[in-house]
Nanobody, 128 residues
Framework: QVQLVESGGGLVQAGGSLRLSCAAS????????VGWFRQAPGKERDFVAL????????NYVDSVKGRFTISRDNAKNTVYLQMNSLKPEDTAVYYC?????????????????????WGQGTQVTVSS
């Protein structure tokens, strides 16, 4: 089992940057796929980015490609989401999620139900 705590959210002007962190407790964090999701008011929780346990697989939703970078430091049990060139439409609560994959890499990794472990979320607000 793993517990996740997000940090790094805040208020930033359009064009600015933030780095979110997802700190995990527990052992063998390197076994976990970690995903970032976001949820704007009145909307569903949407996939943003994911990274495999080794870091060899990384992928992003199209709307953030070239602006966001996901990375991880397994020695620190932490996954990061570097967000650059932020836009007002990036405003949301950002959640990290983790799971030990029972299926190979595929479409399921991009969906919220794949993940059993979730953080409490961190608010990101981008002003225009």
């Amino acid at each position: 089992q793993v517990q996740l705590v997000e940090s790094g959210g805040g208020l930033v002007q359009a064009g600015g940057s933030l780095r979110l962190s997802c700190a995990a407790s527990g052992r063998t964090f390197s076994n976990y796929v970690v995903g970032w999701f976001r949820q704007a008011p009145g909307k569903e929780r949407d996939f943003v980015a994911l990274i495999s346990g080794s870091g060899g697989i990384r992928n992003y939703v199209d709307s953030v490609k070239g602006r966001f970078t996901i990375s991880r430091d397994n020695a620190k049990n932490t996954v990061y989401l570097q967000m650059n060139s932020l836009k007002p439409e990036d405003t949301a609560v950002y959640y990290c999620a983790a799971e030990v994959p029972s299926v190979p890499y595929g479409s399921s990794w991009y969906r919220a139900p794949f993940y059993d472990y979730w953080g409490q979320g961190t608010q990101v607000t981008v002003s225009s």
